[in-house]
T-cell receptor
Framework: AQSVTQLGSHVSVSEGALVLLRCNYSSSVPPYLFWYVQYPNQGLQLLLKYTTGATLVKGINGFEAEFKKSETSFHLTKPSAHMSDAAEYFCAVSERETSGSRLTFGEGTQLTVNP | SAVISQKPSRDICQRGTSLTIQCQVDSQVTMMFWYRQQPGQSLTLIATANQGSEATYESGFVIDKFPISRPNLTFSTLTVSNMSPEDSSIYLC???????????FGEGSRLTVL
């Protein structure tokens, strides 16, 4: 069975500072990993995904994440936070070989960016 | 990417009534899913909407409470039956176009049950 743990339900950073949102997963088969962002009163938008190949993946809005199998982690980073990055971020995992596109989501991390 | 439209976008409903949410995708998709997002919480998968057959429900969700239809490759409905205040949530439709494993989401339908 697949599961996701996001460390820190709330993260606060200053504008221009590094953003680091932590995600650890559990999966019985090679996972597909995703980060989604949800702005207030909106649906989810895909930031980036890891399926196979290069473990460092780049997404939209300057975000990137690195798949570390040994640490079962897929942390999301951005070198310099912008006010517009304030949103809820969800890490998700799918076990494509066994359960197709069914995603299991983490609890989410609310990112606040202070001026 | 696929564009997914949901309606209604929000509604306020009375206890004991039922509401049907519609989900329309702008292109044919292989997989469609319905998720629930309760206030301040993450997303929980309700069911996989199967084209031409009964939906596949996750543990804790049953067809009598959440009947789902998927008559073709671009459309699905979710009904929330006999609603109670505990059903107040955002319900999101998602789709996996071309079986890529990447889900696209609608804007969600925000239900408030009084």
């Amino acid at each position: 069975a697949q599961s996701v743990t996001q460390l820190g339900s709330h993260v606060s950073v200053s504008e221009g500072a590094l953003v680091l949102l932590r995600c650890n997963y559990s999966s019985s088969v090679p996972p597909y990993l995703f980060w989604y962002v949800q702005y207030p009163n909106q649906g989810l938008q895909l930031l980036l995904k890891y399926t196979t190949g290069a473990t460092l993946v780049k997404g939209i809005n300057g975000f990137e994440a690195e798949f570390k199998k040994s640490e079962t982690s897929f942390h999301l980073t951005k070198p310099s936070a912008h006010m517009s990055d304030a949103a809820e971020y969800f890490c998700a995992v799918s076990e494509r070989e066994t359960s197709g596109s069914r995603l299991t989501f983490g609890e989410g991390t609310q990112l606040t960016v202070n001026p | 990417s696929a564009v997914i439209s949901q309606k209604p976008s929000r509604d306020i409903c009375q206890r004991g009534t039922s509401l049907t949410i519609q989900c329309q995708v702008d292109s044919q998709v292989t997989m469609m899913f319905w998720y629930r997002q309760q206030p301040g919480q993450s997303l929980t998968l309700i069911a996989t909407a199967n084209q031409g057959s009964e939906a596949t429900y996750e543990s804790g969700f049953v067809i009598d409470k959440f009947p789902i239809s998927r008559p073709n490759l671009t459309f699905s409905t979710l009904t929330v039956s006999n609603m109670s205040p505990e059903d107040s949530s955002i319900y999101l439709c998602s789709a996996d176009r071309a079986n890529t494993g990447e889900l696209f989401f609608g804007e969600g339908s925000r239900l408030t049950v009084l």
